[in-house]
């Protein structure tokens, strides 16, 4: 199956940084999503992106199909934030794979 | 909003035990899926259903069965509960329609089973 791998495994940064979460794998996918889960469990989607770039807000996301990586931004980071960020992609069988996922602190 | 609930959000159960998880959508997906997330493991597919009574099997099935006879319900069943199996258990929703925003997956709060 499709091999999934994130970096960094962990985060800490100051409330108000930026920062960049890679997603890297191993095969073409026709569907990559990026989720963040809360201290509370609570898995959010934040992009459905299997390419091209997407916004919301202080997030956004660039996948490059073509070169099996995809990245998410974090401006402005806050508090809020805090939690693990998971990659997660799917090839032609259509089940979604998780990476292990990046733990991200942001301290106040 | 999507709204995927599961039934319990701790649950103890015993060894040898029957447990029934339950998983309930409320917009119509046609897709549902089981997960398990253990530490340094991530997020592991159980079973998976493209529709009422389908079944597919994940990556790691082995000791569980499900049951989807209704659209919105999508039920884990654990037939002899064994300690391994101590989890972390999250149900998760999609379309098969089209559109972008409608792709992505919905998940549930999560159910913590703690097998004793």
């Known amino acids: 199956g499709i091999q999934v791998e994130q970096s960094p495994p962990d985060l800490i940064l100051q409330e108000g940084a930026n920062s960049t979460l890679r997603c890297n794998f191993s095969d073409s996918v026709n569907n990559l999503q990026w989720f963040h889960q809360n201290p509370w469990g609570q898995l959010i989607n934040l992009f459905y992106?299997?390419?091209g770039t997407k916004q919301n807000g202080r997030l956004s996301a660039t996948t490059v199909a073509t070169e099996r990586y995809s990245l998410l931004y974090i401006s402005s980071s806050q508090t809020t934030d805090s939690g693990v960020y998971f990659c997660?992609?799917?090839?032609?069988?259509?089940?979604?794979?998780f990476g292990k996922g990046i733990t991200l602190s942001v301290r106040p | 909003d999507v709204k995927v609930t599961q039934s319990s959000r701790y649950l103890v159960k015993r060894t040898g035990e029957k447990v029934f998880l339950e998983c309930v959508q409320d917009m119509d997906h046609e897709n549902m899926f089981w997960y398990r997330q253990d530490p340094g493991l991530g997020l592991r597919l159980i079973y998976f259903s493209y529709d009422v009574k389908m079944k597919e099997k994940g990556d790691i099935p082995e000791g569980y069965s499900v049951s989807r006879e209704k659209k919105e319900r999508f039920s884990l069943i654990l037939e002899s509960a064994s300690t391994n199996q101590t989890s972390m258990y999250l149900c998760a929703s999609s379309t098969s329609g089209t559109g972008e925003r409608t792709k992505g997956y919905t998940f549930g709060s999560g159910t913590r089973l703690t097998v004793v």
């Open positions: 997660a992609v799917a090839g032609a069988n259509s089940k979604l794979t």
């Open positions: 992106i299997p390419s």
